[in-house]
Nanobody, 115 residues
Framework: QVQLVESGGDLVQPGGALRLSCTAS????????MDWYRQAPGKRREWVAR???????TYADSVKGRFTISSDSAKNTVYLQMNNLKPEDTAVYYC?????????WGQGTQVTVSS
């Protein structure tokens, strides 16, 4: 059973930065891609960013230029560097990965952007 564990969520002021981590119980190259999603209260879960097996990265328009996704295969960890945070970035952030059999999800980490 694959496990994904997120960390790094916190309360931060507008304009601040956070780095989220997602550590997998399996080698990262074994997945086709790893994604970050987020879900704000009362809203649907939305996709935020992806790093593919080929290391190609893609982003939602709402975070492009502010967020950076990266991976460290040696640590089985994917990161989401979030800069210039806005109140609308407040959400629970989830890590996800998929292979030929399943998609896998972490438990989420809370990010709150507020003054």
């Amino acid at each position: 059973q694959v496990q994904l564990v997120e960390s790094g969520g916190d309360l931060v002021q507008p304009g601040g930065a956070l780095r989220l981590s997602c550590t997998a119980s399996r080698s990262i190259p074994s997945f086709y891609a790893m994604d970050w999603y987020r879900q704000a209260p009362g809203k649907r879960r939305e996709w935020v960013a992806r790093v593919a097996k080929t290391f190609v990265t893609t982003y939602a328009d709402s975070v492009k230029g502010r967020f950076t996704i990266s991976s460290d295969s040696a640590k089985n960890t994917v990161y989401l560097q979030m800069n210039n945070l806005k109140p609308e970035d407040t959400a629970v952030y989830y890590c996800s990965a998929y292979d030929t059999v399943n998609d896998y999800w972490g438990q989420g980490t809370q990010v709150t952007v507020s003054s």
